[in-house]
């Protein structure tokens, strides 16, 4: 059974930290795309960034980018968002997701194979 399990989240004042922990069983870890995605009543669900063996990083939130950074450990069939100098806007349920593949110039929204269950971020300014 493929399970997806986000961890990390909690309440940060502006400028601080977090780093969220994104943990896949049942699949093959280092062959697996996971993207990293977010979501608010606001502005629906966004797609942060993905990471895969064949096109490594990418990052498709402008907001984030320079701020938020992907590393796995295959070790530990885990994929971590670093995530610096945050602010109210980026308070939302952060969820991880196994895709088809990581597009270079869209996030795969409409590709996620399985979701987690998503962890909440709060940052208060």
């Known amino acids: 059974e493929v399970q997806v399990e986000e961890s990390g989240g909690g309440l940060v004042q502006a400028g601080g930290s977090l780093r969220l922990s994104c943990t896949a069983s049942g699949v093959t870890f280092d062959d697996t795309p996971i993207g990293w995605f977010r979501q608010t009543p606001e502005r629906g669900r966004e797609g942060i960034s993905c990471?895969?063996?064949?096109?490594?990083?990418?990052y498709y939130l402008n907001s984030v980018k320079g701020r938020f950074s992907m590393s796995s450990d295959n070790a530990k069939n885990t994929v971590y968002l670093q995530m610096n100098d945050l602010s109210p806007e980026d308070t939302a349920m952060y969820y991880c997701a196994i895709v088809r593949g990581c597009p270079r110039s869209f996030a795969p929204l409409g590709s996620v194979r399985h979701w987690g269950k998503g962890t909440l971020v709060t940052v208060s300014s």
């Open positions: 990471t895969s063996h064949s096109v490594g990083n990418l």
